[in-house]
Every structure is written in structure tokens, then in C-alpha cells.
């Protein structure tokens, strides 16, 4: 029912930007947490970018805090990652994602779990030392 689809990955070199796009469809007023998402071959999916509808956040991860802005056009029920200064280790797969209940937002927090109800394909960002 619901369908979550990134854009506007590709390959840049360090220091550039992009802005990556997440349209959502379906029963998206159910949505309580939303974000932003990435993971590496060999390791573990990360929080990158996260807030709720309930006026929390956005918040980020320390890697990408002063580069990285997520926002939300409840309008047009599209998530945004506005990513400046790309580094090579922002190299991954971005995937946003959502969830309608008892999700955090605290991406930050040890033990967070990327285990939210709905996801988007990925769209890879590849930067280029």
C-alpha cells in the first residue's frame, strides 16, 4: 500500500553536492517517523537523517551534522537530503524510510535499529577522492 521511491543519487567528486528526493505514496498520513538511510557493503545500515511528524528533529547523524539537511514537503508527501561537501566516506546506498508506530527518531543513540516498517529501493551515491 504504501511505496517509498528515492531519486537524484550519482557520482560526484569530493566536495560537491546533491540533493536526494524520496517521493511517497499511499497512506502516508500514517507515517509518524521518516528518514534517511545508508549502508555499505560489510557493514551495518545507518541513521543518517530523521524526524517526525510531530515536530522532532530533523536529527543527524555526527558524521554528516553541518552537511547534510533533511526536509519533509508534507504537501507533495516528499522527503528531501540536501548533501553538501560530499566526502568519500559518504560513499553507500541511501534509502529513505518510514514507519507508523513506535518508531524512534534517535538516530544517534546506541542500540538504535534501522528496523522500520517501510523502505525505498536505494539510490547509490558514489564520491570520488
Known amino acids: 500500500q504504501v511505496h517509498m521511491v528515492e531519486s537524484g543519487g550519482g557520482s560526484v567528486q569530493v566536495g560537491g553536492s546533491l540533493r536526494l528526493s524520496c517521493a511517497a505514496s499511499g497512506d502516508t498520513y500514517r507515517f509518524a517517523c521518516m528518514g534517511w538511510f545508508r549502508q555499505t557493503p560489510g557493514k551495518e545500515r545507518e541513521g543518517v537523517a530523521a524526524?517526525?511528524?510531530?515536530?522532532?528533529?530533523?536529527n543527524y547523524a555526527d558524521s554528516v551534522k553541518g552537511r547534510f539537511y533533511m526536509s519533509r514537503d508534507a504537501a507533495t508527501n516528499t522527503l528531501y537530503l540536501q548533501m553538501d561537501n560530499l566526502q568519500p566516506e559518504d560513499t553507500a546506498m541511501y534509502y529513505c524510510?518510514?514507519?507508523?508506530?513506535?518508531?524512534?527518531?534517535?538516530?544517534?543513540?546506541?542500540?538504535?535499529?534501522?528496523?522500520?516498517?517501510?523502505w525505498g529501493q536505494g539510490t547509490q551515491v558514489t564520491v570520488s577522492a
Open positions: 524526524l517526525d511528524r510531530f515536530g522532532g528533529g530533523p
Open positions: 524510510a518510514a514507519d507508523t508506530w513506535q518508531c524512534s527518531i534517535d538516530i544517534q543513540t546506541p542500540g538504535f535499529r534501522p528496523d522500520w516498517r517501510f
